[in-house]
């Protein structure tokens, strides 16, 4: 599913316009990207949790040179479904 279908199926479910929907729906990924960015947790409850993770700095080979490099300590943006989300999104065989 890309945005595009969400905002089609968020719109439907509301019974909103597709412009109201995407504009709700890009308020609230702004909203978690700037939380995210500024280092705070965004909890959802019943879908899971969005963070900032810290990746240590650690020693690599470059795949071109095969040379031992040092990869420097980054920080990413990461997602821990909860576990409703993860009981729900097993497919059922």
Do not use: W
Request: no cysteine; hydrophobic share 40%; proline share 4%.
């Amino acid at each position: 599913m890309h945005k595009s279908d969400l905002i089609r199926h968020v719109a439907a479910d509301a019974g909103v316009s597709q412009a109201v929907a995407a504009k709700v729906i890009n308020s609230a990924l702004d909203s978690i990207v700037k939380e995210v960015s500024e280092g705070k947790r965004v909890v959802l409850t019943g879908f899971g949790a969005f963070e900032l993770r810290h990746r240590r700095e650690r020693h690599g080979v470059d795949p071109r040179t095969a040379k031992d490099i040092v990869v420097p300590e980054s920080f990413t943006p990461g997602f821990t479904a909860s576990g409703t989300f993860r009981s729900r999104a097993r497919p059922s065989n």
